[in-house]
């Protein structure tokens, strides 16, 4: 099988099984996928809706259905030409009694065969963890959790165990610490250690104290835990899989998959969690082309497809060294996003926010706050742990042993505070130029911060944790000091991902708002715009067989609600929605009592959201379909401000807030009384959505025409506006898709337009799209891309690029910015007459040529003097893509 073409990822779980895929492939193969993309396929945790949380690498999970379902699947793809993709989680595992591996270490303590497989700090600063493993499970402090009968020992009869329940959960008991009775029965044992009754309390402590493990309330986990965590989740457990024996039993299933032909390639989950990446994605090339040659025939000697999950700052590319084709798309989908969104409206966006948040602040400071929230709060205990590891290398040497733990950990605070990218890949070749300017980039930031204190200078401290961080390099060194160096450096690489996503994603994302669809995974929401050149010039570098994705399981809003939400960048858009915001938030000022209003804040991005994620096809006078609108929206609304951590959090929910921001929105959603919103809110949807569509379908050939392999989200071929996880995981009605495209085979441009609402012409274009990617495989693959110049008055409003292979072209052409320009019938269509003289310079070769518009079927006939008229290219669709025949 070869490189894929296209992909559609699939988010598979115990109600979307590997057979459910199986019974689609027609349908993918018709809508010209050549693989699935698939999430984890291991054994993960019962129930698991998503497969990262695994707990046996080397089966697959039994609730997908096994081993035999993937073999039926991978079959029936090979029947249509067709391959498989997996994703896999070498970072972290599931810290729970289904994990074989994870039960034995906290059985046996450092006595167990997987004691050093999972990253465990086992000597730490705290005595009484020394040998333990703290876990952070009850949902109350120990004591009281203790007194009130949460914690029991119990026995399990069927296999001869005894085990401890705390919380519903189930843990081991360390062999000879409960002896079962000669003389007494089982039950007078149990009834020794039952916890209703003091005596038998202090008997049960006392059996825990001896354990591996130490029992505790969930909030310790940020300031004590003493093991690595999957970011701030504490039942996912990091994996030290640089460790070549669990890099083998991690990798082991995966690689007999491959051999046997089920899979194609793997999707490598969080790389940036790994110690070195670098050497890990090497190793696993090396191993999966070894494999290779074992392959069934037709499969031999294929390159095997490795791509990895990996956020990358604007100005970040992907490091040269990884020996994998490229990152899942989140660069594409910010860039996408972008170069759709329109500089002229942001004076007037920015405004607006800054008066709604009554806070100045550009985004840059607001995930500076979010980053030491984080360090304080959430990742406590992961800053202590890099800043006892640099103490230790201080204290490895006469000439800086007089730093102290406190100013390392204060100095430590400072350079993470502004780290610019994810993490560093700094190994023992030293840092690579990213790495160096990425350490720069923090120092400077630090230094700024620091220079002016007067009560403490920590800026020389700063540069010595530099050096110590591999600014310098190692040397001569004696070796307990270059291992405490080596140690500093992973704790230090590992935690900044963490501590990115969290601050970003997972925080500041949900603080600052000036325009919710830049607030996206892998975008800079202080970035608002991207011009058409810098866009071109990255999608040119980026490789040719990375995933290019607008929509992913991890994304905050469907790629057609930030495609709607950036029409509201266009200037005069922008100046009437600034109005309209300012005028309703004043109105809830006067007709909300102060106790119950929620922030300004909170209520522009809940405006925001309910216009950019209105249903095309929901009437504001459809009161169940409004209610079921309301509820998905009030859902993510909860979530939301749980994660901005102002006045709410899910560590302590105000309760009081929450409700008074639901009722909010329930008064704003009703229909002609209080607060009225209802037909504004429908208003504004209407509004956007022609103008948004455009941007959509523009956003939709953009994938399809850049170099990359474009990546599908489950269920995007139709409209997708869905909200945040779970919202982007409901079910999808692929027998409605099926139908829409047999219906659309056929159907013209006039008939797709008059029905855009429905979704049909979205799944038209990438039909269509896809097909002229399979017919011009070659061309996708290796073909350069070269923009193409527009003159004219409306030059600015169109983006244009030529994919040439030899003789061979593709024209893309989309429109931007075009919220002033429709037609005005309500369908997505620009007004030619508002091209005016606006054209495109085509190479010489093509004057006089006709080109075939693969989406609207029609012929474009190129001018004498090489030049296309804006009106001709875009004469039936908003979008074209024009082959040479």
């Known amino acids: 099988m070869s490189l894929p073409r296209s992909t559609v990822r699939l988010q598979l779980h115990r109600r979307y099984t590997l057979c459910h895929?199986?019974?689609?492939?027609?349908?993918?193969?018709?809508?010209?996928?050549?693989?699935?993309?698939?999430?984890?396929?291991?054994?993960?945790?019962?129930?698991?809706?998503?497969?990262?949380?695994?707990?046996?690498?080397?089966?697959?999970?039994?609730?997908?259905?096994?081993?035999?379902?993937?073999?039926?699947?991978?079959?029936?793809?090979?029947?249509?030409?067709?391959?498989?993709?997996?994703?896999?989680?070498p970072n972290h595992m599931a810290a729970s009694a289904e994990n074989d591996w994870w039960w034995t270490v906290l059985k046996t303590g450092r006595d167990s065969p997987h004691a050093s497989w999972f990253d465990i700090d086992w000597d730490p600063p705290d005595s009484a963890l020394r040998g333990k493993i703290l876990l952070p499970v009850l949902a109350q402090q120990y004591g009281p959790a203790l007194e009130s009968g949460a914690i029991a020992l119990r026995f399990d009869e069927e296999n001869g165990n005894f085990f401890i329940q705390a919380n519903g959960a189930h843990y081991p008991v360390a062999p000879g610490t409960v002896r079962p009775p000669r003389g007494g029965s089982m039950q007078n044992l149990l009834a020794a250690h039952d916890a209703t009754h003091p005596v038998s309390r202090q008997r049960l402590h006392r059996l825990l104290e001896r354990q591996h493990y130490r029992l505790a309330w969930w909030r310790c986990a940020s300031?004590?835990?003493?093991?690595?965590?999957?970011?701030?989740?504490?039942?996912?457990?990091?994996?030290?899989?640089?460790?070549?024996?669990?890099?083998?039993?991690?990798?082991?299933?995966?690689?007999?998959?491959?051999?046997?032909?089920?899979?194609?390639?793997?999707?490598?989950?969080?790389?940036?969690?790994?110690?070195?990446?670098?050497?890990?994605?090497?190793?696993?090339?090396?191993?999966?082309?070894?494999?290779?040659?074992r392959r069934p025939p037709g499969l031999r000697g294929q390159p095997p497809y490795m791509v990895v999950e990996k956020i990358l700052a604007p100005d970040e590319t992907l490091d040269p060294r990884w020996p994998v084709h490229g990152t899942t798309g989140y660069d594409f989908m910010n860039d996408a996003g972008a170069v759709l969104h329109a500089p002229q409206g942001e004076a007037a966006l920015t405004r607006l926010w800054e008066r709604v948040a009554d806070d100045p602040s550009p985004y840059p400071a607001v995930v500076e706050r979010a980053r030491r929230?984080?360090?304080?709060?959430?990742?406590?205990?992961?800053h202590h742990a890099a800043a006892r590891a640099l103490l230790d290398v201080a204290r490895a040497d006469p000439a800086t042993r007089d730093w102290g733990g406190h100013g390392i950990w204060r100095a430590l605070g400072e350079l993470l505070a502004g780290f610019p990218v994810y993490r560093t890949y700094i190994d023992a070749q030293g840092r690579s130029p990213a790495d160096t300017a990425a350490f720069e980039h923090a120092l400077g930031a630090a230094h700024d911060r620091l220079h002016g204190q007067h009560?403490?200078?920590?800026?020389?401290?700063?540069?010595?944790?530099?050096?110590?961080?591999?600014?310098?390099?190692?040397?001569?060194?004696?070796?307990?000091?270059?291992?405490?160096?080596?140690?500093?450096?992973?704790?230090?690489?590992?935690?900044?991902?963490?501590?990115?996503?969290?601050?970003?994603?997972?925080?500041?994302?949900?603080?600052?708002?000036?325009?919710?669809?830049?607030?996206?995974?892998?975008?800079?929401?202080?970035?608002?715009?991207?011009?058409?050149?810098?866009?071109?010039?990255?999608?040119?570098?980026?490789?040719?067989?990375?995933?290019?994705?607008?929509?992913?399981?991890?994304?905050?809003?469907?790629?057609?609600?930030?495609?709607?939400?950036?029409?509201?960048?266009?200037?005069?858009v922008a100046r009437d929605w600034s109005q309209a915001a300012e005028q309703w938030l004043d109105e809830d000022a006067r007709r909300v009592p102060a106790a119950e209003l929620p922030a300004a804040a909170d209520r522009y991005m809940l405006y925001q959201c309910l216009v950019g994620a209105w249903p095309p096809d929901l009437a504001q006078d459809d009161e169940a379909g409004v209610r079921a609108y309301v509820e998905r929206v009030g859902a993510w609304q909860a979530k939301a401000l749980r994660e901005a951590k102002l006045r709410t959090s899910w560590f302590t929910p105000h309760v009081g807030y929450e409700r008074a921001c639901r009722l909010f929105l329930d008064a704003v959603m009703q229909a002609g009384d209080?607060?009225?919103?209802?037909?504004?809110?429908?208003?504004?949807?209407?509004?956007?959505?022609?103008?948004?569509?455009?941007?959509?379908?523009?956003?939709?050939?953009?994938?399809?025409?850049?170099?990359?392999?474009?990546?599908?989200?489950?269920?995007?071929?139709?409209?997708?506006?869905?909200?945040?996880?779970?919202?982007?995981?409901?079910?999808?009605?692929?027998?409605?898709?099926?139908?829409?495209?047999?219906?659309?085979?056929?159907?013209?441009?006039?008939?797709?337009?008059?029905?855009?609402?429905?979704?049909?012409?979205?799944?038209?274009?990438?039909?269509?799209?896809?097909?002229?990617?399979?017919?011009?495989?070659?061309?996708?693959?290796?073909?350069?891309?070269?923009?193409?110049?527009?003159?004219?008055?409306?030059?600015?409003?169109?983006?244009?690029?030529?994919?040439?292979?030899?003789?061979?072209?593709?024209i893309v052409v989309v429109p931007r910015?075009?919220?002033?320009?429709?037609?005005?019938?309500?369908?997505?269509?620009?007004?030619p007459a508002a091209w005016r003289d606006t054209s495109l310079a085509l190479p010489r070769r093509l004057a006089g040529r006709t080109l075939f518009d693969v989406l609207s079927r029609q012929p474009r006939r190129i001018d004498a003097d090489g030049t296309l008229a804006a009106a001709e290219a875009l004469r039936d669709l908003p979008v074209a893509m024009l082959a040479t025949r």
């Open 373 to 382: 929230l984080m360090l304080e709060r959430h990742f406590a205990a992961e």
């Open 455 to 572: 009560d403490g200078d920590d800026v020389a401290l700063v540069y010595q944790l530099d050096a110590w961080l591999g600014g310098e390099p190692a040397g001569q060194e004696p070796e307990a000091r270059r291992h405490a160096r080596q140690t500093a450096l992973r704790k230090f690489q590992q935690l900044t991902p963490a501590l990115a996503a969290k601050a970003a994603e997972d925080t500041a994302f949900y603080r600052y708002g000036r325009l919710l669809s830049r607030n996206e995974v892998g975008a800079d929401p202080g970035l608002l715009s991207l011009d058409a050149e810098t866009f071109l010039q990255r999608c040119a570098a980026r490789p040719p067989h990375a995933m290019v994705a607008t929509a992913t399981h991890d994304h905050k809003r469907g790629e057609d609600v930030r495609a709607r939400l950036a029409v509201l960048s266009e200037a005069a």
């Open 223 to 293: 300031d004590a835990v003493n093991w690595r965590r999957f970011f701030e989740i504490g039942d996912l457990v990091g994996v030290r899989v640089e460790d070549p024996a669990v890099f083998d039993a991690v990798h082991a299933g995966v690689l007999a998959l491959y051999e046997e032909g089920l899979i194609d390639g793997v999707r490598i989950d969080h790389v940036d969690g790994l110690a070195d990446p670098t050497a890990y994605c090497r190793r696993l090339r090396a191993r999966l082309e070894a494999g290779s040659a």
């Open 21 to 89: 895929a199986c019974e689609q492939v027609p349908y993918f193969s018709a809508l010209g996928i050549s693989h699935l993309y698939v999430s984890p396929i291991t054994r993960a945790r019962a129930g698991s809706a998503h497969g990262y949380d695994v707990v046996d690498h080397g089966t697959v999970n039994p609730e997908l259905g096994g081993i035999e379902a993937l073999r039926a699947l991978a079959a029936r793809l090979r029947e249509y030409g067709m391959g498989l993709i997996a994703d896999i989680v």
């Open 817 to 831: 910015h075009c919220a002033g320009r429709l037609a005005g019938d309500g369908r997505p269509m620009p007004d």
């Open 674 to 810: 209080g607060l009225a919103r209802l037909p504004a809110m429908a208003g504004w949807a209407q509004r956007l959505a022609p103008a948004g569509a455009v941007n959509g379908l523009a956003q939709a050939v953009l994938r399809l025409g850049v170099p990359g392999i474009p990546d599908l989200y489950q269920g995007t071929e139709f409209w997708d506006f869905s909200l945040v996880d779970p919202d982007n995981r409901r079910p999808v009605d692929y027998a409605a898709r099926e139908a829409a495209l047999r219906a659309s085979d056929d159907a013209g441009p006039a008939e797709l337009l008059a029905d855009w609402r429905s979704g049909r012409i979205k799944q038209a274009v990438l039909c269509r799209g896809l097909a002229l990617r399979r017919e011009c495989a070659g061309l996708f693959a290796r073909g350069a891309l070269l923009p193409l110049r527009a003159q004219g008055a409306a030059a600015g409003h169109v983006l244009a690029f030529e994919r040439r292979l030899q003789s061979q072209s593709v």
